[in-house]
């Protein structure tokens, strides 16, 4: 089983740039899907960004344009460059990985993902 670290999270002002990364350990991310999810205070974690084993992208509508999801299998990691950020991305972001939900089902298959990071906080205040 693969292991998931967010980094990259922290105070942005409205309109700033923020680089998420996510690093894997104990497997290689090869053979799995991945992408993030995010949790604002007192809301339901939504599904914002995925990308497939052979790099087909997804997107959550109102960050479409705005972020850019990538991953490097060198590296074992994954990245969200988040631009043009906006007070309402503030939530924790969280980085997941399937060997078997196909990403471009995440969007509503978040409670079938089985490996999970602990989050990275992102906060987009003035």
């Known amino acids: 089983q693969v292991q998931l670290v967010e980094s990259g999270g922290g105070l942005v002002q409205p309109g700033g740039s923020l680089r998420l990364s996510c690093a894997a350990s104990g497997r290689t991310i090869r053979t799995y899907a991945m992408g993030w999810f995010r949790q604002a205070p007192g809301k339901e974690r939504e599904f914002v960004s995925s990308i497939s084993r052979n790099y087909p992208t997804y997107y959550l509508d109102s960050v479409k344009g705005r972020f850019s999801i990538s991953r490097d299998n060198a590296k074992n990691t994954v990245y969200l460059q988040m631009n043009s950020l906006k007070p309402e991305d503030t939530a924790v972001y969280y980085c997941?990985?399937?060997?078997?939900?196909?990403?471009?089902?995440?969007?509503?298959?978040?409670?079938?993902?089985?490996?999970w990071g602990q989050g990275t906080l992102v906060t987009v205040s003035s």
């Open positions: 997941a990985a399937s060997e078997t939900v196909p990403a471009s089902t995440w969007y509503r298959r978040s409670r079938d993902l089985d490996v």
